[in-house]
């Protein structure tokens, strides 16, 4: 057996595959793409332009990438008061575990392709809604480390949020697992069948667990750590360089995670495709349907920019206790409902 | 002035219809617009904006009309329009040569304010309708004599497509291409 057989069998493995190639190379990708259509749908609802000059014809879509160049060569300022290993490990460790959920999430209903053993599937909704909660310790931590007054309120302003967003966030997705009884993602999936997906039969429980991921990634109504105009950029005050960028783009790497639980839990997964024998049909076509459905929820996720102002913390914490919470427990009772009269 | 007394009134609490339907509206408004955008960015050097006759743009002097009379350097505000003596021939004696006064300008210092032009007893000084002239360095912007005589070359014009900016009833600002109806 030759290294490169070697090194394939390795990529070719479904979870380092799908970590390594659907999450990092595709979250990289819909980073820029859901960046650029951030700015222009801004730009188009409020009458502007938005990005233009670096390529008229694309849009100026090139102005991302331009960007990331800026940030990979810009000089990294580390302050002499920074606690240095958690301020170094934090970024990197937030986007690598923003990534380590599609480690269990399948892509397909063909076993052969499934990323863990059919045993251990069974969990696979529980065990990646335990991975997604990793990752805001990791902010506060780089908020900490910092050692900087912005930096910190940042940070506890992360805290905050997390504990109003994480019990909605779980209990929407439970509220799928509800309506079908099961944890099995591959199960889930086939409850839905064609055209009855969980979001149109248990509609609370998905507003929930949408409104949650807008709010665990930061996203616009809920940018209350990272708001500029009152601390300067929250947890990422102190960082420059290639470490920003990598905190950034860990914001989006765990949107578009947590946007593919959405699409497989909520939103059909690789339904209208029925996946089939062979590598084609059983394992990339679907996880392009999945992809593209998760897509389309980062994008709406993004357009939110572009019409909402930003919440202050308390008007955050509001919504989250006294409406989120109650419509997500209401999506469990409708769920269990459903399961009950035979619906789905 | 007595204290008022009266009754304060809470505002009336929102109820959960309420924001729901505010939250649907102004999606609504937003879908509206990414569906249907009305842009009003000019995008500069391509469209430049066509601008009126009565504009108060650069300042050209018109040597034949000048009576040396200073107005315009006694009112400037900036002091940026400062008379000097140039020798030239003298029309009624040829042989001999005479002195006369002629402003020149130093547009670092120019607020285009448009008094010299507006106290210029012989109509010596105009305005033209640009504004948007691109200098390498300061030294440029001092105008003798010679310079400021001709109007400098609107190098936009050659390059951008005039549009006027105007006020639509229901649309707001909108941009007009001129030459249609503009």
Redesign the interface.
């Known amino acids: 057996m030759s290294l490169a057989e070697v090194a394939a069998a390795i990529i070719g493995w479904p979870p380092v595959w799908q970590v390594l190639v659907i999450g990092f190379l595709g979250s990289l990708v819909i980073a820029v793409l859901a960046v650029w259509f951030e700015r222009k749908a801004a730009a188009r609802v409020q009458r502007r332009l938005g990005p233009y000059w670096a390529s008229p014809r694309l849009g100026g879509l090139l102005h991302l990438i331009a960007d990331m160049v800026r940030y990979a060569f810009q000089y990294p300022i580390i302050p002499r008061t920074v606690d240095l290993i958690p301020f170094l490990a934090a970024p990197i460790a937030g986007m690598v575990i923003a990534l380590l959920p599609l480690a269990v999430v399948p892509f397909t209903s063909n076993p052969a392709y499934w990323p863990l053993p059919p045993s251990a599937m069974e969990y696979s909704l529980l065990i990646a809604l335990a991975i997604v909660t990793l990752p805001p310790i990791f902010i506060i931590a780089a908020g900490w480390a910092s050692n900087n007054p912005f930096a910190v309120i940042g940070g506890v302003r992360e805290a905050f949020i997390i504990v109003a967003y994480e019990l909605i966030a779980i209990l929407g997705f439970l509220g799928a697992a509800a309506s079908t009884g099961t944890f099995n993602l591959v199960a889930i999936v086939e409850a839905q069948g064609g055209i009855m997906w969980l979001a149109i039969l248990n509609p609370l429980a998905f507003l929930a667990a949408f409104i949650a991921i807008v709010m665990s990634t930061s996203a616009f109504p809920f940018e209350i750590p990272e708001s500029e105009p009152e601390v300067v950029a929250g947890p990422f005050t102190e960082y420059s360089g290639l470490l920003y960028a990598l905190n950034m783009g860990g914001a989006y790497m765990r949107r578009f995670a947590l946007s593919i639980i959405l699409a497989l839990t909520f939103l059909g997964g690789w339904y209208p495709l029925v996946p089939g024998e062979g590598l084609l049909m059983g394992y990339i076509l679907p996880s392009v349907v999945v992809v593209v459905k998760a897509v389309i929820v980062v994008l709406a996720i993004s357009f939110l920019r572009a019409v909402y102002g930003r919440y202050r913390l308390d008007q955050a914490l509001d919504l989250a206790w006294k409406i989120l919470l109650p419509m997500a427990l209401a999506g469990i009772a409708l769920g269990l409902f459903e399961a009950s009269i035979g619906l789905t | 002035m007595a204290p008022r007394i009266g009754l304060k009134s809470l505002e009336k609490r929102r109820t959960?219809i309420d924001?729901v339907r505010s939250n649907l509206h102004?999606?609504a408004?937003?879908v509206k617009?990414?569906v249907n955008?009305?842009?009003?960015?000019l995008?500069y050097p391509k469209e430049y904006p066509r601008l009126s006759e009565g504009y108060r743009g650069f300042i050209i002097l018109e040597k034949k009309k000048c009576i040396s009379c200073a107005a315009c350097a006694r009112i400037c505000p900036s002091a940026a329009m400062k008379m000097i003596r140039v020798m030239e021939p003298d029309p009624k004696h040829p042989e001999k040569p005479r002195m006369k006064q002629y402003p020149v300008i130093n547009y670092q210092r120019c607020i285009f304010c448009g008094y010299c032009v507006d106290v210029c007893p012989t109509e010596a000084l105009y305005h033209v309708n640009y504004h948007d002239v691109v200098y390498d360095n300061l030294a440029e912007m001092f105008w003798d004599l010679d310079t400021f005589q001709k109007e400098p070359e609107y190098k936009t014009a050659l390059e951008g497509r005039p549009v006027r900016i105007m006020v639509h009833e229901e649309l707001g600002l909108i941009k007009v291409p001129v030459g249609e109806g503009g």
């Open positions: 959960l924001g102004v999606l408004i937003g617009y990414f955008p009305r842009r009003m960015t995008v």
